[in-house]
């Protein structure tokens, strides 16, 4: 018996990459890595290891938008750059009320289907 | 000996509102301008290459294929034309691609031309598709946009260095006032800092785009274009033209990354600061022989950051100098003598041209008065493509 309505939800996430050769960690992933010129294959992505983004983060700045684009139907998003404690750096939505630079946060992945198009998956620190 | 590139003319829409009109028609008239004030309309047959520079009309407009359609337009065929794409730098890229093309040997006379019509959309969707230059996964899809950039940027700016929003305000104003007097600016209107900082309504007046950077710190969604004739200076073809070639004698583009989030500093705009010393190379020139400059203030921070990462004044400095003065038309380094992209406008394909016609239009003498530079012999632009991550800087010589 095949039972269609059991499937695994996965939860989203976003993927950092580390190359195998020199153990150098980026995100967004290059082609080529910088410290040692090894190649990514974006398919099989044989010799990188992925590995999933998140947890804690320093707020390094912010912004709150109140000119949102198209698909947004907030009055205001908040965003930020953050770094994470492998000195890893990336941008996306700040959820606390009150933001303030350098503020220790924890940074987790939803998926947004704000946008038209199939769904995206965001950076939320909070 | 590498031959001398000159401009011969220059062309100019009014910014603004166009939406109702087709982009080629745009396009097609500013060229028709610089064709008339280089006195060439008859013979533009004879043009080597045409450069049309545009940023997204596939997705302002549903149009593409613009520089075969401008061409059309100005029944110039054969005439070879090419559109150039480097997003809100597209324009300042068409005039590097057509000087190289005289550098090259190729051409002798280049028609640069670039334009944007951006009204055609609603703002909400302007901004949506402004926003596409961003790093698609790790910047777009978050929703970020370039405001939101500015706004984390001018934050940074002001813990690191002691800006205020009334610095930026400042600069709208004096922006306002050169922009008030420019008969191509799209917001040709003073204001006052009274009214957009110091007074009690200030907070309505000028709100909030993307904290802490506010309307007046933000430039327009405009619509126009701006031309170019390029001349090899050195050609027998050069005596064919009506007036004095204004000379280029610097032009670079340098490149940073594309995600914000990756620059080791993100308050240092590496790529303006390579494009401008590779152009300063090129030209023989240092930083204080230019005596104005068009600086990309797409948002007001911009014509801070960038001033002092081309040498016009020190890291975290120039809003001290703009408090002074010294950035006004009678300071002594006048920036955005055009208004800006603060109020002259910003069409994102035709900027880079634009501010290419304000420094010859400066050089030669022509600028309206009250915001005319006394006696200029070089200008500088800087026209900034992303957030930074692919710019392009122009010297001009009045020789």
């Known amino acids: ?35 040692c010129g090894a190649r990514r294959d974006p398919v099989t992505k044989r010799n990188w290891t992925t590995f999933e983004m998140g947890g804690p983060c320093t707020l390094l ?55 038209p198009g199939k769904p995206v998956k965001i950076f939320v620190f909070q | 000996m590498a031959p001398r590139v000159g401009i011969v003319g220059i062309g100019h829409t009014r ?17 028709t301008d610089a064709l008339l004030d280089a006195g060439f309309l008859e013979h533009r047959k004879e043009i080597d290459q045409v450069f049309v520079a545009n940023m997204a009309s596939g997705l302002f407009c549903h149009q593409s294929a613009v520089a075969s359609s401008m061409v059309s337009r100005l029944d110039m065929e054969p005439v070879p034309a090419e559109l150039v794409e480097n997003g809100p730098a597209s324009g300042a890229s068409a005039v590097k691609l057509g000087t190289m093309a005289i550098l090259s040997g190729m051409a ?16 909400w969707n302007a901004t949506d598709i402004v926003s596409t230059m961003l790093d698609t996964e790790t910047e777009y899809n978050m929703g970020l946009t370039l405001p939101g950039f500015g706004g984390m940027f001018t934050r940074m700016y002001m813990e690191k260095y ?57 430039c327009p969604v405009s619509d126009g274009a701006a031309a170019l004739l390029l001349v090899n200076m050195d050609s027998p073809k050069a005596k064919l033209f009506a007036k004095k070639a204004v000379r280029i004698a610097g032009v670079a583009s340098a490149t940073d990354t594309h995600c914000v989030h990756n620059r080791a500093d993100p308050l240092q705009l590496n790529a303006v600061r390579i494009a401008g010393e590779k152009a300063y190379k090129m030209a023989g020139l240092k930083p204080s022989d230019i005596n104005f400059a068009e600086l990309h203030d797409a948002f007001s921070i911009l014509e801070l950051a960038i001033s002092e990462e081309v040498g016009f004044f020190e890291r975290g400095k120039s809003f001290l100098a703009a408090r002074k003065g010294e950035t006004a038309i009678t300071g002594r380094m006048p920036i955005n003598t055009s208004g800006g992209l603060k109020s002259k406008g910003h069409p994102v394909g035709g900027t880079g041209v634009s501010q290419v016609v304000e420094l010859v239009r400066q050089l030669r003498g022509e600028a309206e008065e009250g915001r005319q530079v006394k006696d200029p012999k070089y200008g500088m632009s800087v026209n900034f493509g992303g957030f930074g991550n692919n710019v392009v800087a122009v010297i001009c010589a009045k020789d």
């Open chain 1, 1 to 35: 018996m095949i039972d269609f309505s059991m499937y695994d939800v996965k939860a989203p996430e976003i993927l950092g990459y580390t190359c195998d050769k020199c153990g150098t960690s980026y995100y967004p992933a290059p082609m080529i890595c910088r410290k």
């Open chain 1, 61 to 115: 700045t912010w912004t709150r938008v109140w000119n949102l684009p198209e698909g947004y139907n907030k009055k205001f998003l908040q965003f930020g750059i953050v770094q994470f404690e492998n000195g890893l750096r990336a941008s996306g939505r700040v959820e606390v009320d009150e933001p303030k630079t350098g503020l220790k946060l924890t940074a987790s992945v939803e998926e947004s289907d704000e946008r």
């Open chain 2, 15 to 31: 910014f603004g509102n166009s939406s109702e009109y087709d982009l080629a028609d745009v396009l097609a008239y500013a060229a």
């Open chain 2, 108 to 123: 002798d006379v280049v028609l640069v031309v670039g334009g944007e019509i951006m009204r055609k959309v609603s703002g």
């Open chain 2, 162 to 218: 002691g800006l205020t929003e009334r610095d930026l305000a400042l600069l709208a104003v004096k922006n306002h006032d050169n922009g008030a007097k420019n008969k191509y600016a799209h917001i040709q209107a003073t204001c006052t800092v009274e009214a957009i900082a110091d007074g009690p309504e200030a907070d309505v007046v000028n709100n909030y785009i993307a904290e802490p950077l506010r309307m007046y710190s933000t």
